[in-house]
């Protein structure tokens, strides 16, 4: 049994982390930080009669007593980059949900993130936890930057094209649409519940802090720099990433020819699926699919690349990375 | 042309009354008040290009420069009966939508609200804004207590039972549901959207403070005391109370004369619908309709009552009012 | 390895007893029938790589050749009574999910179901699949009539008064809230998305079909007549029942003494969720939890009852009767 | 009074046109045709109390002795090239609401509807119905067909930088999200209420019927044919269009200048609101604004275009146009 912290155990990230891994057999949660001290059914009341956890404030020598060996943080970027080398230097490995240790570049961090990277060590050494991608290095890294919601649609979207050289890849178009989750769970006018309800909207547009992310990952994918045009948009549903995404092909392909090339580089990943027919988010409602669709219209490729923004988006790629790390099938706690 | 006033522009209600005002033939919209120092149509980017008036801190003495005749309180309870003096007491009509004034007995305010009335004066002279039930003395009213949400639903479902004493007063069970703009505009964790998307819940089970109006204004319509049971529920939609209505007849009835009974009671209320077919909240949607439905079933009377909790339950019923002590048609700019 | 058939696949209960079965370490699903001769992916796109099973159509022969042992009927009632006869005259176990065997009197049959029951003798030995009431009877039975979804919420809710005779039996009122997955997946006005979104509405008041499956269930209960006033109403959601249930008690209560009835009823029970805390429909989604709160409001005992309606109102407490029938633990797939 | 007919009553176009009729000073509507022989109010439960028509059948004759002037076909395409050349013959005015008279060119209706076209003496003469780009001729048009949904943003979002040839023109990317009711009222299972909802998808990616329409309507603007690649999508909400445009600039742009470009085009449009705040569905919410927002992203020009669908994107510009060929202010009616 592997003994796992949660730390920032509130938000909805955490829950669904808590859901995979009480159905994972060789994970035990021996404690989950917050800063409200209040039971995880009082924080979350579905969990009422499956755990009987106390939220503990953040102490890395208590969590050390009780013998914690993976951390995974739930904290919101700022607070993660603070929280974790307390950890990472008494030798707990760490995954990584916030955005803190994601851009290698510190520049780049601070301007996107409008603040200074204050734990460069630590961002030296941390792998990108996109398993299809960086399969590998997951397995032996120390610390893992869990990847964002909407770039992984966008990455594993245009691997295949970027990776061939199929694309221009200057710029490239991602519009996306993300269910309202995705903000978290600390209420704003914006995620109210009669302001978003049967209404759709765009935000952040040409300034979302997921654009750079995209670009470093597509850009060692493809070997040269890539550039990314994304427009996220809120759409009233609970849980779902949907992009759609434009390129403009080097040659013409049919789409049989688009379906054998993403099949071919998708034939060991165990959970991107490759399909004919238009995907939906509800396709992947609760699971750690990512669903491809690529398309070949009027000369430009089209792909829709479909998951569920709290488990592949987060959660669920967070224990594929977990399993990864510690030898374990890859897919174990993540097939319900 | 009427000048008018509304106080408290930011929230739900005082966007539905303006939006109602402007098209009202005989009202001007002089000022709205707000704490925040802001363009209406950035407070409700919906009013873009409609109007160009712009949040101002509340001064009665402005307001009375500016000619204002009548003021609608948007104003939450408490801030009501604190602002609202300073306007009565310079002559100017008032519709307040608050609970502050809705409550004969201060006493019966200081149980459910939890603090003490401080404005008896003025308490002593309002009257509740219930068209159908105190019709005449709206026309004259200086204040008038426009009527909660569910109340309504409650009173105009029951009023021709309990006035004809044709059921047990005590308790009489009133089970409703509201849409979440009910809960208004400010954020908090029940009002979050991936909290109440998909969701059902109950709230304040057995101590709304909706339940002494029901009963204050079915006491007066039976002559006797009536005690209710209220059980309020929240629906994942905007817009809209339904409430299911239990009571126990004194003798038994064909659906054709309750029927009967209803259309007789409310011949000439304009926005009182009874009907044969179950209604739905959409019936009613963005309307001043109240639609009514009584059922016979097993002994017991069920009644069916619905509205938009914004127009009819809130908004609406205040034009109503207004029209009422202008003597204007009651229908004017409530027919869209 | 049981060897399972899966009698009608293209609906919503069947979609989620599959993914429930999937996870079940002692299940091998060896067929699924359809009058769609499609792949289980085509009509359920969310299974796309996880099961490679062809819609066939119902033929009791060929089901036996496959070595099926059990079967769970997802037909709709009348067809279920066609089609099960086959199967258990061949010594195959079932658990129909129609409403076909539920109601032991084929009299109260007919009148509710306008059609007269033509399997008496399959009728005589169904056991009524709800495992908290029923539980010694369900491991031994051949055939079990899983209980409807609304019943389970009404007679769990009811089960503590009704069986210690400490309230009124004629009439108890059931006020109950469906999501639209509830009303099956064929195509319907009333199901249409624009007609029911942002909608509430009634149906089928006092004359729904659930009536007499809670009166047979609490009358064995109480060992006396119980009578049901029930009104169903759908709820803009996918999924979830609330019950807001109201009583007259013979005597006094105060809600620890209510508390107190309850967990001791359901001291054993592995997912009844007795609670303080007003429960919501979004506690128990996609688990097969049924939580109950149970209140004393002016007199009267209100009892809040929510489950989801796919699992536990469906498809999730025929998997715990199969775990009964089978003498695997209750929770066997059932705690993701 | 000009006395209307409306064609196809029983659809959420023709319900929305009756709404807004209703508040028409100077309409009068005389005769509703529907297949289902039925009050409207049984049609359309929400206008119970507000009109007493029943819908009758189709017969070009009666509708002329009830003397309809103009009539609004609401008729699916096909049905309405069959139906409206009787009322044409006759001297009707017609606005279609149907696609049947937008494209004038026969081969492409052919080839995108699949069927020929058989009305070329009608089509000749059909004016597009966009005021916007189109307002002269429609005053005096006999026959308008009035513009799609999706097109009107398209079209009146590109028309600024199309009309000033600042962008090219092969290929435009039209991302764009529609509500549910912009499919129609006929059940289906893509619009069952349980499919749909908490769900993201795309469809007829690469062949909607809209894609010549929006290249027809751009190339008279431009006066050189436009190539638009359009990706339809449906978000679970009733109503709203919401399209993201990508176009590539001949020249750089701030997004001062776009602003002004805008604002120039549109000055006397009064339905067109450009916007610097990045515009939301619910902000033209049952209203006929079309709202527009131009931004400058690394190079490229985003334009967001946000309008309802039910009115500005069918009835309302229906009434709009019907004002105009009246010779009404173009907001009669239109500003509720």
Not at 42 to 65: C, N, Q, W, Y
Request: charge should be negative; charged fraction near 20%; include cysteine.
């Amino acid at each position: 049994m592997i003994k796992v912290a949660i730390l920032g155990g509130s938000g909805y990230t955490a829950l669904e982390l808590i859901r995979i891994l009480l159905r994972h057999p060789h994970v035990e949660i021996a404690a989950v930080t917050s800063r409200q001290d209040e039971w995880l059914h009082d924080l979350h009341p579905s969990l009422t009669g499956r755990v009987s956890i106390r939220g503990e404030p953040f102490d890395a020598d208590k969590l050390m007593k009780k013998g914690v060996q993976c951390a995974f943080g739930c904290l919101p970027h700022g607070a993660s980059r603070e929280a974790l080398p307390h950890l990472l230097n008494r030798g707990v490995r760490v995954i990584d949900l916030s955005a803190d240790y994601r851009l290698r570049d510190p520049n780049v961090y601070a301007e996107w993130y409008g603040e200074s990277h204050d734990d460069l060590a630590h961002l030296a050494q941390a792998v990108y936890g996109l398993p299809e991608i960086y399969g590998d290095e997951i397995k032996t890294a120390q610390l893992i930057a869990n990847p964002g919601c909407y770039p992984q649609t966008a990455i594993l979207g245009l691997a295949p094209l970027v990776g061939g050289h199929h694309i221009e890849l200057k710029p490239i178009i991602v519009n996306s649409v993300s269910g309202v989750s995705g903000a978290g769970r600390t209420p704003k006018l914006t995620t109210h519940f009669p302001e978003c309800n049967e209404n759709f909207s765009a935000y952040n547009v040409g300034k979302h802090r997921h654009t750079p992310e995209m670009e470093q990952a597509l850009s060692d994918v493809a070997g040269e720099p890539v550039e990314i045009i994304f427009t996220p948009h809120l759409a009233p549903m609970d849980r779902g990433i949907f992009s759609t995404i434009y390129a403009v092909p080097r040659r013409s392909f049919t789409e049989a020819q688009l379906l054998d090339l993403y099949r071919g580089y998708y034939e060991k990943a165990a959970f991107v699926r490759v399909r004919e027919s238009l995907p939906a988010t509800k396709d992947t409602f609760g699971t750690n699919f990512l669903d491809l669709c690529p398309k070949f219209v009027r000369g430009r490729i089209i792909v829709l690349a479909v998951e569920d923004n709290l488990v592949r988006g987060a959660s669920g790629v967070a224990v594929q990375n977990f399993n990864r790390m510690y030898g374990f099938d890859e897919r174990t706690a993540l097939m319900a």
